[in-house]
């Protein structure tokens, strides 16, 4: 049992007295930086916390409890660590719990200003914080996913053994040390150059330069925005009288990709040159039939279709298209069989 002193022994016992509203704000603290990410729509990869043990304590003021006056001298007995994903993401954490606490800026640390190449594990910020109706103050550390798991490897490697390291293994962490950091500044690199290509995307898809703009997930999606098959569902539902049903087009990319389109123009261009013949296959797929629901699908589905049997694609075309949107099976045989009898008719074949 740690022996201490009668200054010492006060403080633990005003520890013990506070440790129930220490772990209430613990909490509250918590609730509430989770809270504040949600609503900025922040992503962090953790939110840790926890409330000093006694024995911890103990062991500290037996070390140097003479530096503190009281309870309310020691900082950590309440610590919290948000961790994020992007470098750049620690200031917008660190921004928020500016606004959401009181900051002593006097024993706050920036590590992230260090420069040792064998630093980067522990590049951290450090805020002290104090909130309202709490007499104490607590620490928030703010570090990335990368910084964080080289900090608990680099304590393990390096320090719990309790055995000096050599310098040539000291060198090996210095370079792996060095490679983290480089890949941590790369990933909030990717991601900026990412958002800077989905702006400019967006842009041209609203300008619609529908020509330049590459076929792919995030083009896609753009365009879907705009509600490029919609008039054509519309004059399809308008058969029946048939309500639209809204589910995700995401599936026709690879369908487009299949078809060999490069860009949004493409589709663009099957729009405008296939809608009639895509309508004239739903109203043999519909037209005698009491259907009053549709699925918003129906239209670039007969679009795919209609281009297929102007390509001279035939059935095995069809057959293809029903088994990248619905999975290989024998019925996708026989609807292609049943769509090439029925096609022969359509006006739009004989265009």
């Known amino acids: 049992m740690t022996q201490l002193d009668p200054h010492c022994q006060a403080i633990l016992e005003e520890y013990r007295d506070n440790l129930p509203s220490f772990r209430n704000t613990a909490t509250e603290v918590y609730d509430l930086l989770k809270k504040t990410f949600a609503e900025a ?3 962090v990869a953790a939110i840790e916390y926890r409330v000093k043990s006694e024995e911890s304590l103990a062991g500290k003021l037996e070390l140097k409890g003479s530096k503190y006056k009281s309870l309310a001298d020691i900082t950590d007995i309440l610590g919290l660590r948000v961790i994020t994903f992007y470098i750049d ?21 920036d590590k992230r200003k260090l ?10 910020l450090h805020y002290i914080c104090s909130v309202k109706g709490f007499p104490y103050r607590f620490e928030i550390q703010m570090r990335t996913v990368l910084q964080h798991a080289w900090a608990n490897m680099n304590h393990d490697t390096g320090y719990k053994s309790g055995v000096e390291v050599p310098k040539e293994y000291l060198r090996n962490l210095s370079r792996l040390a060095g490679m983290l950091e480089l890949v941590d500044e790369q990933f909030s690199l990717i991601r900026t150059e990412l ?7 967006q842009a041209l898809v609203a300008s619609g ?8 997930g995030d083009t896609f999606r753009s365009y879907l925005d705009l509600e490029p098959f919609t008039p054509l569902n519309r004059k399809i539902a308008a058969v029946n009288q048939a309500e639209i049903q809204d589910t995700s087009l995401m599936p026709y990319l690879s369908v487009f990709k299949a078809l060999n389109f490069k860009t949004l123009g493409d589709i663009d261009k099957l729009i405008k040159a296939f809608s009639d013949g895509a309508y004239q296959i739903a109203c043999y797929q519909i037209g005698l039939t009491d259907l009053d629901i549709i699925s ?10 209609a281009y297929i049997l102007k390509m001279g694609w035939g059935k095995a075309g069809i057959k293809r298209l029903f088994d990248a949107l619905n999975g290989e099976s024998e019925s996708n045989e026989f609807m292609a069989e049943l769509l090439m009898e029925q096609a022969k008719d359509l006006p739009f074949m004989n265009q």
Do not use: M
């Open 41 to 43: 729509g922040l992503l």
């Open 89 to 109: 993401d620690v200031d917008k954490v660190a921004s928020a719990v500016e606004r959401l606490f009181d900051v002593d800026w006097d024993n706050s640390v």
């Open 115 to 124: 420069h040792e190449i064998d630093s980067f594990g522990y590049l951290s």
């Open 195 to 201: 958002t800077d290509y989905r702006r400019r995307v």
């Open 209 to 216: 330069n529908l020509d330049e703009v590459p076929l792919d």
């Open 296 to 305: 918003s699908s129906l239209g670039p589905q007969d679009l795919c279709i």
